[in-house]
């Protein structure tokens, strides 16, 4: 989530009652972080638009209070939003996590900052017509923030120790499913890739990765409706042959 970004910010400048942050001169001195927390929204994804609307006019009243007041309201209001979003999430999750303690619920939305579509951190591909709820299927952090973007993102053997618990145990099933599929795609000498970077660039440096891939997907049949399904579902395979070059021969 973009929002959850400032929340430890401000909930240090609300604990020192520093009003002379930097975050709370940047308010004085105008509305750029508003418009950038919008905006940001707004063009990462066109589902989040309507949000985006809403927050923007949230944020309308800051133009018309007093300057000095506005890290004030700005706070108050960036709380509500944020309170609002894990409101939602929660009821997205299993069922089990709303009347949960308030630290297993704090490890189920953890899933949210791991799991999720990253344009420059492609999963291998997936069959054609295979649907998916997001223009890119989501992938799973190996870890934040280092391992967030780009080819550092995927990592097989990260991927599927953390599966069961960031997909499976919160109800994210699709998305288990698409990152269990996409892997197998990328098999190649028996060995599943623990660098994937999309699949042309994988790399096979580690023999246990297909050991967590195949209990990940013993968890899915356990623990998913119908999860043995799965075990029907075609693979889109990248590398056919032993000398089978990316992009060759894919079946």
């Not at 007093?66 to 509500?80: G, K, N, T, V």
């Not at 699949?199 to 899915?220: H, P, Q, S």
């Amino acid at each position: 989530m973009f929002i959850s970004g400032l929340l430890p910010y401000l909930n240090d400048i609300r604990f020192r009652n520093d009003l002379g942050h930097p975050i709370c001169q940047n308010l004085r001195d105008g509305l750029w972080l508003c418009d950038y927390i919008y905006h940001r929204l707004s063009k990462h994804n066109p589902m989040l638009t309507e949000i985006a609307r809403i927050i923007r006019i949230l944020f309308l009243p800051l133009h018309e209070i007093p300057y000095d007041l506005r890290p004030c309201y700005f706070e108050a209001l960036f709380s509500l939003i944020y309170e609002t979003t894990l409101e939602q999430l929660m009821k997205k999750l299993s069922r089990p996590f709303v009347t949960a303690s308030i630290y297993v619920q704090s490890l189920a939305l953890s899933s949210v900052a791991f799991l999720g579509a990253v344009k420059n951190s492609k999963l291998a591909l997936l069959p054609d017509g295979y649907k998916i709820e997001d223009d890119l299927p989501s992938s799973l952090s190996a870890g934040l923030p280092h391992f967030s973007t780009g080819f550092w993102r995927n990592w097989g053997r990260d991927t599927f120790i953390a599966l069961p618990g960031c997909c499976l145990v919160t109800g994210r099933f699709q998305d288990a499913r698409n990152l269990i599929l996409s892997y197998g795609g990328a098999i190649r000498h028996g060995i599943i890739p623990n660098l994937l970077d999309g699949g042309y660039g994988a790399r096979y440096n580690a023999r246990d990765a297909v050991w967590f891939w195949l209990y990940a997907i013993v968890k899915y049949i356990e623990m998913v409706p119908q999860g043995f399904e799965i075990l029907k579902s075609k693979v889109l395979r990248i590398f056919i042959h032993d000398d089978t070059i990316y992009g060759h021969d894919l079946t």
